[in-house]
């Protein structure tokens, strides 16, 4: 099945510094998404991006999907984007139809004030 | 809208008892997934449904646990005679029907103990 590698596995940060995480993928998908795990275990989507680039205010992603990887930016971190974040892909298994996501073991960030 | 719920948010239970979890998906989304995460085996897939059909129950890790789905809609997982390593937290999504690969949109999750 494919493997989802997440880097780095834990990020310090001051507030206000930006960083970038990456996801790779060991084979081709129809569904990437990247999740931001809060304290409360609630995943909450950020980012539907098989392909391209997308923004959302200080985030934004980035996934080049011939090459098997995709990349998320924070910028100007602030203390309520600690927690963990997933990546998660999602192969074309049913002839067409969703398949379930597989999650790589996500990078635990923690932003200092 | 309202998002994806699930109950009981919490349930402690005693080894060898039966457990039921249930899902309510977002109105209208016709594919339901389960899955957990557990420390030691991170989020995991168990079983995924297409209305009320289940075409991938690859994840499920015994003939203790199975699922169902009813008028498309909610869905019940129910672990039978629980060990301590079901202990978890299982996470129901729900994503709308269309083209390949729809956003997944995860409930809050029901956080099982067993002791």
């Known amino acids: ?113 | 809208g309202a998002g994806v719920s699930q109950s009981p948010s919490n349930k402690v239970t005693e080894k060898g008892k039966d457990v039921e979890l249930r899902c309510d998906p977002i109105s209208g989304h016709t594919a339901l997934y389960w899955y957990r995460q557990s420390l030691g085996q991170g989020l995991e897939f168990l079983i995924y449904f297409q209305g009320n059909s289940a075409p991938d129950k690859s994840g499920l890790p015994s003939d203790r646990f199975s699922a169902e789905r009813t008028g498309g809609s909610v869905s019940t997982l129910t672990i039978q005679r629980t060990q301590q390593e079901d202990s978890a937290v299982y996470l129901c999504a729900s994503s709308p029907p269309g083209r390949r690969g729809e956003t997944q949109y995860f409930g809050p999750g029901t956080r099982l103990l067993v002791l």
């Open chain 1, 1 to 113: 099945g494919i493997q989802v590698e997440q880097s780095p596995p834990d990020l310090i940060l001051q507030e206000g510094a930006n960083s970038t995480l990456r996801c790779n993928f060991s084979d081709s998908v129809n569904n990437l998404q990247w999740f931001h795990q809060n304290p409360w275990g609630q995943l909450i989507n950020l980012f539907y991006i098989p392909s391209g680039t997308k923004q959302n205010g200080r985030l934004s992603a980035t996934t080049v999907a011939t090459e098997r990887y995709s990349l998320l930016y924070i910028s100007s971190s602030q203390t309520t984007d600690s927690g963990v974040y997933f990546c998660a892909v999602g192969g074309d298994y049913y002839g067409g139809s969703q398949g379930n996501l597989i999650f790589g073991k996500g990078t635990k960030l923690s932003v200092k004030p």
